[in-house]
DNA sequence: CTATCTGTTATATCATCCATATAACAGATA
DNA sequence: TATCTGTTATATGGATGATATAACAGATAG
C-alpha cells in the first residue's frame, strides 16, 4: 500500500492518510474499483488505530473517493461531477492564489507550477489515466 | 476593515483573520506599509477576544505579511522570497491539483481557474500592484 | 452452524488546540 | 501621569484527534 505518515507533523494523521491516497489515485498508482486494505489491516501496517483509519475512509467516501461493498470492504470509486469539483477546488485556489500574488507571483507563473506539478503526477509509474475504468460492482 | 468572520464555518476564527487579510493584501485593499487596526481594537470591532485577533497577528507575523513597530502598532510588509514561496505555494498546489486530477480536471482547466482568479483579484478596487510602495518606518 | 472476515457504532480516556477571560508588564506617546 | 501599543502569564470550557475496549450486523468459507 506504501502508506507513510508523518508522525512529527502538525497534520492529522486521518488526513495525511486522505491526501496520500487521493495521490495515490491522482498518480493512478490506484485504480478505480481497487479493493483497499480494511480498516484493521491498514492500521496494523503503518502502526496506527483502527478508529483512524476508519475516520479517514469515512471522509474519502463523503468526498466521493471510496465507496463501501459489505462483501469486498473499501473501494476506490471516483464521482467526478465537473461543476462541483470547479467549485470545491476554486475554493481552496482563492486563498492559495491571493498568498502566491502576495509573493509576487504572476498567473505565468502559477500556470508553470501548475505544468510542472501535472507532468509529474503524469510521469508517474503506471500513469495513463484514459478518463474510463468504470467497473462497479453490481 | 470590512473583516467578516463566520462563526459557524469549521475554519478556526484566527486563521479566517488571517486568510481575510491575505485576501485583501492580494486584492490591494490593504498597501504595503498600512497600519493594523490594535487587536484590542479590531477585537471589539468583530465581537471576538483579543488574544484571537493577536494569534491571528502572530502567524501573520510569522509567515511574513506583517510586521510590528512599538510606535505605530502592526503593518502591512510582505516578504518576497520568490523561491521560498514558490516551494510553500507548490507544496499546498500538489495535494489540490491530485484532488483536480481525481476530478478530470486537465491542465487547461486549472489555468482557466488560475487566470478568473486573478481577473477578481487585479479587477478589485484599488488594485494595481506596480510592485512598489515601500515605505517602512525608520 | 461456526469461525472469521468486513465496516460500523458506542463508550471512555488523554492530549492538544481554539476561544475565552482576567490580569499584568514594557515601550511609546501626548 | 494617563493612555495607547504589543506581549506574556494563567486559567477555564469546549471541540477535536488519537487511542482503547467492546460489541453489532452483514458476508463468506469451512
Known amino acids: 500500500m506504501l502508506i507513510q505518515i508523518d508522525f512529527s507533523s502538525d497534520e492529522a494523521i486521518y488526513q495525511q492518510l486522505c491526501n ?11 485504480a478505480e474499483g ?11 501496517d503503518i502502526g496506527i488505530n483502527m478508529h483512524t483509519v476508519n475516520k479517514a475512509y469515512t471522509v474519502l467516501k463523503q468526498e466521493g ?5 459489505r462483501r469486498r470492504g473499501a473501494f476506490i470509486s471516483v464521482e467526478t461531477d465537473r461543476e462541483a469539483a470547479i467549485r470545491q477546488i476554486g475554493k481552496e ?3 492559495l492564489l491571493a498568498e502566491a500574488r502576495c509573493r509576487n507571483l504572476d498567473r505565468e507563473d502559477l500556470h508553470a507550477m501548475v505544468d510542472l506539478i501535472y507532468d509529474e503526477y503524469e ?3 503506471g500513469a495513463q489515466r484514459t478518463a474510463g475504468g468504470e467497473q462497479a460492482p453490481e
Chains 1, 2 share one sequence.
Open 93 to 95: 485556489l482563492r486563498i
Open 34 to 44: 481497487e479493493v483497499l486494505p480494511s480498516v484493521r489491516q491498514l492500521a496494523e
Open 65 to 69: 473517493y471510496v465507496k463501501v461493498d
Open 123 to 125: 510521469a508517474a509509474p
Open 20 to 30: 496520500q491516497i487521493i495521490l495515490g489515485i491522482a498518480t493512478a498508482r490506484y
